[in-house]
């Protein structure tokens, strides 16, 4: 069997791609405006500018760096299983992050997320059993701006024991995130051992490392967390307007943020991803569900593998307002491609308007395309020689296979069983159940799956921990007490119940 | 004035050639053209054509902003000259620009630049990290009717408050119009310091200053 893969890149290609962007970490060199950073850098023979906060770094600098990068590392479940693999081809998805807007339900109008949404994502992104991964995906309004990034990592800590996709929006609150981490894992040794999280770092375009993403990077280094480098040249505005001008420009900055990484610690893991995007030449935007931006991704993961590096992509999201057809079919192809790509982490499920709007009912439905995309890269398999030459001479021309074993013993493994999101029944059965098209039945799914959540099991004194690190947070913002979660009546039902069947049923159902 | 040179600086700048708008806009000169006639006549009109252009789908965004490159190049020309001349641009206003202080970000800013100049206005492009008192010191110099303040991130876009505040200090704030942008602003947040208005975009901005300096 071969895996179906899908290559934009000649071997010479890649290779230019790399070569040129040594060039550029040498002239015009990458600014960094981070002191510890440049004298780390300098320290290794950067030629460093402490005054314009330009480091030119020596192509051995890059080679050296590359050696010591980990090729694969895996995150953990907060039962201490490995969920998700960095390496290879492994395909993984997360939902896309972080939206500053919600979309409701038959809104048109989005509007500002407060933290009873962000639970009921958590809930939904939990349950969904496509999702590798929980990403902190919706900004918090009634927090203050200050704890905003750490707090959507303590209620998703409460709430999931899935790995985490997450990023700080500051350099202090990145250490309270890693204590809130630590104190899940016990130990910041445990937590090294057994990273449950990744922090998504992003340089700024073109090649610039601002004071708080190149410390979170030398943080996560330090600590062992793993750190996934996002660049996101803009094609045409941030970034040069050929596709692989800004792939290049890509490979630069994630290279340098490669050399700041391994430089601090030499080992730690770390991910070459992004956030890449064409760019509307009309509207002035920059669409995440454009072709061009889905090639870039797939350029990029293509020199990262050849660099022996993890991938990530932001993919399967869509520019649309609303859950519409634009919607559908930008997230589908983006998280095909990015499948076919081969990328680990795909993040993205969930995103509409440019990377800045949730919508559960699209979460919903995305993860039926992470589904199918997960099953489409598995492959067409050979599941025994000869392939079928016996089986049909033994059904012969009566013709009916479902009544052969043969069926039953293989059809589980050969379809993806999508939910009833999916309709696939005859039409006057879909009448019959109300002609409901794919949002409504998204959003009855997405509400029965937030319905049915069972609470995970969290030591109570991890629970205390976790509340009073991030208590002491929001008070320095000025915060006396933290929102509340959900209606107290909702809280009461939850807390006397056991996490025993959501894993039944992740066990009862693998879509991979 | 010199048709023969005046015609083809205007095709310079719909054209988008800011070297040949620089050459042209010299040999006009040296040719005994009048600058304010050449800028009056000449370049507005062009970048009227452009923004017309825009506005029917034929250019879009890189055709822009070449015109205002080209646009500036000729000024960088011709401005000189005005001032040894005093001579002084008739326009529909005087718009200050910039990216607010702690915030790099520039293509949004730089595109709501292009399309007022487009639009008729003098404009002023102070780029990004633009600390408040630069804002407030060229408002002065220049007589602005209206500053525009950029931000795109939640962290630096209180830093629009802060302009506004120091416009106040200045004994300004009575005679220049204040318009925010970017993405994370929005009408409530305009209203919430007091700007006298919000753009969601290049195109709306220029409607926006146009009510506020009384012509649109």
């Known amino acids: 069997m071969i895996r179906p893969t899908l290559q934009f890149l000649s071997p010479e290609t890649v290779s230019r791609v790399v070569e040129e962007a040594i060039e550029l970490l040498q002239d015009p060199g990458v600014r960094v405006h981070s002191q510890r950073a440049l004298r780390l850098l300098g320290d290794h023979g950067a030629q460093v500018d402490l005054e314009a906060k330009v480091a030119r770094i020596p192509a051995d600098l890059v080679h050296r760096a590359l050696e010591t990068a980990p090729k694969s590392f895996y995150l953990y479940d907060f039962e201490g299983r490995p969920a998700v693999h960095y390496g290879g081809d492994n395909v993984h998805f997360d939902p896309g992050s972080a939206a500053i807007e919600i979309l409701d339900h038959g809104a048109v109008t989005s509007r500002t997320p407060v933290t009873a949404d962000f639970v009921r994502y958590i809930k939904l992104a939990d349950s969904l059993l496509p999702m590798d991964g929980v990403s902190t995906a919706l900004v918090c309004a009634d927090v203050p701006e200050e704890i905003a990034d750490l707090y959507r990592l303590y209620l998703v800590l409460l709430y999931t024991g899935k790995p985490v996709i997450t990023g700080a929006f500051g350099v202090e609150t990145w250490h309270v995130m890693k204590d809130l981490l630590v104190a899940v894992a016990g130990s910041e040794e445990a937590l090294a051992e057994k990273p449950t999280a990744v922090f998504d770092v992003c340089p700024s375009p073109p090649l610039l490392w601002s004071e708080i993403t190149c410390e979170n990077l030398m943080d996560c280094a330090r600590y062992r967390i793993p750190a996934e480098l996002v660049s996101m040249p803009l094609a045409g505005a941030t970034g040069p307007a050929t596709l692989l001008g800004s792939v290049v420009q890509h490979a630069a900055e994630n290279l340098s943020g490669v050399v700041i990484h391994q430089f601090t610690n030499p080992g730690a893991p770390i991910v070459w991803g992004g956030s890449p995007a064409a760019f509307d030449m009309r509207t002035g935007t920059t669409p995440m569900g454009a072709v061009e931006t889905m090639m870039i991704d797939c350029a990029y993961a293509q020199v990262g593998k050849h660099l022996g590096l993890p991938t990530h992509a932001y993919l399967g999201m869509s520019d649309a307002k609303i859950v519409d057809a634009q919607c559908g079919f930008e997230s589908g192809i983006g998280a095909v491609l990015g499948a076919l790509a081969g990328i680990n982490m795909i993040s993205g499920p969930g995103m509409l308007d440019f990377e800045s709007c949730f919508s559960l009912e699209k979460l919903v439905i995305d993860a039926e395309i992470v589904g199918m995309a997960k099953r489409l890269v598995a492959g067409v398999a050979e599941r025994g020689i000869p392939l079928a030459v016996d089986l049909i001479r033994q059904v012969g021309h009566a013709g009916n296979f479902l009544a052969n074993p043969h069926t039953r013993r293989w059809y589980r493994e050969e379809l993806f069983i999508p939910s009833e999101v999916m309709d696939r029944d005859f039409r006057r059965n879909w009448e019959a159940k109300g002609s409901k098209d794919v949002v409504r039945r998204a959003h009855e799914r997405a509400e029965a799956l937030i319905a049915a959540y069972e609470p995970r099991e969290l030591p109570p004194e991890v629970v205390s921990e976790l509340a009073a690190i991030t208590l002491r947070a929001a008070q320095a913002a000025g915060m006396d007490r933290l929102p509340q979660r959900a209606t107290s009546s909702e809280q009461r039902a939850t807390s006397n119940q056991q996490p025993a069947t959501s894993n039944q049923q992740r066990g009862a159902r693998d879509e991979r | ?216």
């Not at chain 2, 005046?6 to 095709?11: G, I, K, T, V």
């Open chain 2, 1 to 216: 004035m010199n048709d023969e040179l005046l015609q083809p600086l205007s095709q310079a700048v719909i054209d988008g050639d800011p070297d040949r708008a620089r050459e042209l806009a010299a040999r006009a000169l040296s040719a005994g053209a009048d600058p304010l006639g050449a800028v009056e006549q000449v370049l507005s009109p062009a970048m009227e054509e452009v923004g017309r252009l825009y506005e029917e789908g034929e250019y879009f965004i890189p055709e822009l902003v070449m015109a205002g490159e080209a646009m500036k190049a000729a000024m960088s020309v011709l401005g000189p000259e005005m001032v040894a001349r005093e001579q002084v641009r008739s326009a529909p206003g005087v718009v200050v620009i910039g990216t607010v202080e702690g915030d790099i970000h520039e293509i949004g800013k730089s595109l709501v630049a292009t399309m007022l100049e487009a639009a008729g206005f003098v404009v002023h492009d102070l780029g990004v990290d633009v600390p408040a008192a630069a804002f407030v010191s060229r408002a002065r110099e220049v007589d602005a009717d209206v500053v525009g303040l950029s931000a795109l991130l939640t962290t630096t876009m209180r830093n629009q408050q802060a302009v506004i505040e120091a416009l106040e200090e200045a004994g300004m704030r009575g005679r220049v119009r204040v318009v925010i942008g970017g993405a994370p602003a929005s009408p409530e947040w305009a209203e919430r310091i007091g700007a006298d208005g919000y753009a969601e975009n290049a195109r709306e901005a220029v409607t926006v200053v146009r009510r506020l300096v009384g012509v649109g």
